[in-house]
């Protein structure tokens, strides 16, 4: 299989860049860490990726919310660029506040608010894959996924899950429990085509055993997150 490259999208306040690397690496890529503005300064590293992560964190100090200056960069800088990415098939994730960038660059569906009790959270969540999806990140999976969480604004807004639903653009949904008030329980979506997904628990953050607080228990160390990073980066193999 081809090595693909990948490109993990930084920037000033993200803080999960380096733990998305460890998890493409083990899942069979080649990830280089790039800031937004040398990406925007460069645009030729992104027509050459085979694959796109966004990186979670509190990106820009989260000034004027969640994501929105980090959105507003990328998609001035690399708007046409970041379109023709996603239409040309090839896999993009944003995880935490890379989902509050794809939604606030209108690259998925919906939006994402303040959690409903009004406080971060910050434990772990098990989240289950929906088998409707058409998300070719989730594609096989069928047990549920361990993740940790760590969010203030994770909270998921669609004026009509049901449809969203049908359409098979419900990545994921919170088994566990709903940490945050999301619409139906939803903690992923993709885009229509499905190369596309967002969502907001770290699957990054368990991609090894030892990672689980309960790793010496032996408790659900099945359940790793690397299995959806090898689905991307199988598709991006391809590419």
Request: aromatic share 6%; hydrophobic share 40%.
């Amino acid at each position: 299989m081809t090595v693909p490259t990948a490109l993990v999208i930084a920037g000033p306040g993200t803080n999960r860049d380096q733990d998305l690397v460890l998890a493409l690496e083990l899942a069979g890529a080649n990830p280089e860490v790039v800031l937004v503005h040398e990406l925007v300064d460069r645009p030729e590293r992104l027509r050459e990726a085979q694959l796109v992560a966004i990186a979670g964190g509190f990106s820009y100090g989260d000034s004027l919310g969640a994501g929105r200056m980090m959105a507003l960069d990328l998609m001035t800088g690399l708007g046409d660029e970041m379109r023709e990415f996603v239409a040309s098939g090839r896999p993009v994730i944003g995880i935490c506040n890379g989902f509050q960038v794809l939604t606030r660059s209108k690259l998925l569906p919906g939006a994402l608010g303040h959690n409903v009790n009004g406080r971060f959270e910050c434990r772990w969540v098990v989240i289950e894959p929906q088998p409707k999806s058409r998300c070719l990140w989730t594609r096989g999976m069928e047990e549920p996924l361990h993740c940790p969480i760590a969010h203030g604004e994770g909270r998921y807004v669609h004026p009509d899950p049901d449809t969203l639903g049908d359409a098979g653009q419900i990545a994921f949904r919170y088994r566990s429990t709903n940490p945050n008030g999301s619409v139906a329980d939803i903690g992923g979506v993709c885009n229509s085509a499905g190369n596309v997904l967002g969502l907001m628990p770290h699957p990054e953050n368990f991609v090894v055993a030892r990672q689980h607080p309960h790793h010496l228990r032996g408790a659900g160390l099945d359940n790793l997150g690397l299995s959806l990073f090898r689905n991307g980066v199988r598709v991006a193999a391809q590419m």
